[in-house]
């Protein structure tokens, strides 16, 4: 690939929140649509996949806001991968709109299942070719790594039962709805007064229409501008399905 796929949208009403604003959720829900549109325009289609029982999973996501799409914007996103291991690839992407003015750039970690045997699997040659380019990484991830939660910071628990509009085309819920729920569980006073910065995304197992979950909110102040959230939604079990923690700063 020699340059970076491109996908347009339109910022609808139902993609804002509260604040008028793109909401979290969406950021990621558009980020999965570029890269699912980038896959489908190099012929790795979802009827190509579900033939060869083999998928692409998100396993994190590292984004940084710099200002949020409002309602009636338009905005580009650009997305491509750079070559790694061939069980894992990186893929980053940039968010800006008409005039090029950067809303957000984004980094995610993904894995290439073989769908049979709930297995990683190596991708080709071929999908090194298309799915990647040589352009800079906007920015460096490291590892992935979250925050780790305290407990003395524990400021709500809330348990959901899985719904199936919660859900995507393999019966599991959709990625978006992990940072959904999140984002519910934030206390007003730090959704409606501060701006997330900083999103990162850790996804550890999957769950399904019916399961019972619980989330798990945690706050830490920087200082008196700054605060950081951690969610942690774990099964009945105890046992964690995905973390997400934010960073968020006072708005003007």
Known sequence: MEKPFEDVFYV???????????????IVKYYMETAIDHSESVGYTFEWLAKEQRGWVVL???IKMYEYPKFTDNI??????KKGNSLQATRYFTMEDENGKVYSEA??????LDLAKRHPTRFTEEMYEVYTCDKEAPF???NFALPKEKEEMLISEKNIEIRRSETDTNGHVNNVCYVQWACDNIPDDIYSGYMAEEIR??????????DNVTVKTYITDYDDNKKQTISSVNDVNGKPLCKIALVWHRKN
């Not at 609808?12 to 969406?26: G, K, L, R």
């Not at 980094?107 to 290439?112: I, L």
Request: with cysteine; proline share 2%.
């Open 60 to 62: 994190n996501w590292f």
């Open 107 to 112: 980094a995610s970690r993904w894995a290439f």
């Open 12 to 26: 609808h009403s139902h993609d804002t929140d509260m604040n008028a604003v793109m909401s979290i959720q969406n």
């Open 76 to 81: 580009k996103i650009s997305t491509w991968a």
């Open 140 to 142: 460096d991830p490291g």
């Open 201 to 210: 995304v850790l996804y550890r197992k999957e769950c399904r229409y019916g």
